[in-house]
């Protein structure tokens, strides 16, 4: 068994999950204590047990301590069953989080499943759908990862009710993923969500970003989605030829729309300006499935307290090192390689 202090680093929910993912693929019984220590609501909530019951259902794992409010978890896991799943995290909490912890075990399960995963979308505090489905899954589809996604329903604070159906195919995983440079520039677009909400939040939003960064008028959409929440999500798409990064703004009730769009405009005005292809979102959550695959490197703009702390979880399972390295004066190498 492999003791996890899970206040170390960033002491979030990053660790419960990576955590749960690695001991999956490796059948390594873990102990987890001070889950989520740092955080405002300590210890495991709905979408960290949705998370947990997941991970559980397809290792046909026996556990201790998955209960709301607990500060330490035993789990010990068994044989990976593909096959088809339903998960549904019951509140708003993320549904693509739950989707992040099971996604790699059942990538090296050797034949198909089908997952549907319900809760939310598009959450302040995890990557949106959006972002797994341009940014994420292109990037581990290149590993030799068979997935494909589709979005069933939006899911918005406070009441989710989102749906993501998930088919990950045998495949071949163990490709070798090198992100130095992001390639051409193919096209900057943008895109406003309003669920509930007049035209006229979106319209101002995308004046902004239209404006800020240079944006074709034929480039920038309204989205209206039905919802049983209000919601208004700003998302900008940058296509280079190795990748493209989604960045989004959420809206929020006492915050002028034209904020929401400086905001997320100055983000990528930094990345475009910065010349990274990876940013530290995306950087953190590649570390995983390289150190899989057994070899990578990227080049990146940051390295955040969640990066160095995937970087020593990831340590205690697998036989991997992971080195960082100054690029240039201002962005990071990171190279993945087994010991």
């Known amino acids: 068994m492999i003791e996890i202090d899970g206040a170390y680093g960033e002491g979030g929910g990053q660790i419960l999950r990576s955590a749960l993912t690695l001991s999956v693929i490796t059948k390594t019984p873990i102990k987890i204590y001070n889950i989520r220590a740092k955080r405002e609501n300590p210890g495991l909530q709905p979408q960290h047990l949705a998370a947990v019951n997941a991970a559980a259902q397809i290792s046909q794992a026996e556990i201790s301590g998955a209960q709301k409010g607990s500060l330490s978890l035993e789990f010990y896991p068994h044989q990976i069953i593909p096959g088809e799943y339903h998960f549904a995290v019951g509140t708003a909490g993320s549904a693509t989080l739950v989707l992040q912890t099971v996604l790699m075990p059942l990538v090296l399960a050797g034949s198909q499943s089908s997952l549907v995963i319900e809760g939310g979308t598009h959450n302040p505090l995890a990557p949106p759908y959006d972002f797994i489905?341009?940014?994420?899954?292109?990037?581990?589809?290149?590993?030799?990862?068979?997935?494909?996604?589709?979005?069933?329903?939006?899911?918005?604070?406070?009441?989710?009710?989102?749906?993501?159906?998930?088919?990950?195919?045998?495949?071949?995983?163990?490709?070798?993923?090198?992100?130095?440079?992001?390639?051409?520039?193919?096209?900057?677009?943008?895109?406003?969500?309003?669920?509930?909400?007049?035209?006229?939040?979106?319209?101002?939003?995308?004046?902004?970003?239209?404006?800020?960064?240079?944006?074709?008028?034929?480039?920038?959409?309204?989205?209206?989605?039905?919802?049983?929440?209000?919601?208004?999500?700003?998302?900008?798409?940058?296509?280079?030829?190795?990748?493209?990064?989604?960045?989004?703004?959420?809206?929020?009730?006492?915050?002028?729309?034209?904020?929401?769009?400086?905001?997320?405009?100055?983000?990528?005005?930094?990345?475009?300006?910065?010349?990274?292809?990876?940013?530290?979102?995306?950087?953190?959550?590649?570390?995983?499935?390289?150190?899989?695959?057994?070899?990578?490197?990227?080049?990146?703009?940051?390295?955040?307290?969640?990066?160095?702390?995937?970087?020593?979880?990831?340590?205690?399972?697998?036989?991997?090192?992971?080195?960082?390295?100054?690029?240039?004066?201002?962005?990071?190498?990171v190279t993945i390689e087994k010991i």
């Open 133 to 333: 489905a341009n940014t994420y899954l292109p990037l581990i589809n290149k590993l030799g990862a068979g997935v494909k996604t589709k979005l069933d329903r939006y899911g918005f604070y406070p009441s989710g009710g989102g749906k993501i159906r998930v088919v990950i195919s045998p495949t071949q995983f163990g490709g070798n993923l090198e992100i130095i440079d992001t390639g051409h520039l193919i096209s900057i677009r943008a895109v406003s969500i309003v669920a509930n909400l007049p035209d006229h939040i979106a319209e101002r939003e995308l004046k902004v970003l239209k404006r800020q960064l240079e944006i074709d008028p034929e480039k920038c959409e309204i989205q209206r989605v039905k919802s049983n929440s209000t919601a208004n999500v700003a998302m900008v798409f940058v296509e280079y030829a190795e990748l493209t990064t989604v960045f989004i703004g959420f809206g929020k009730l006492g915050v002028r729309a034209e904020q929401v769009a400086n905001n997320l405009a100055k983000e990528v005005r930094d990345y475009l300006d910065n010349g990274a292809p990876v940013n530290e979102y995306l950087a953190d959550q590649l570390l995983l499935p390289m150190a899989l695959a057994g070899k990578g490197k990227f080049v990146t703009c940051g390295i955040s307290e969640h990066t160095k702390t995937n970087i020593w979880l990831i340590k205690q399972f697998l036989p991997v090192e992971i080195r960082i390295e100054p690029f240039d004066d201002r962005s990071f190498l």
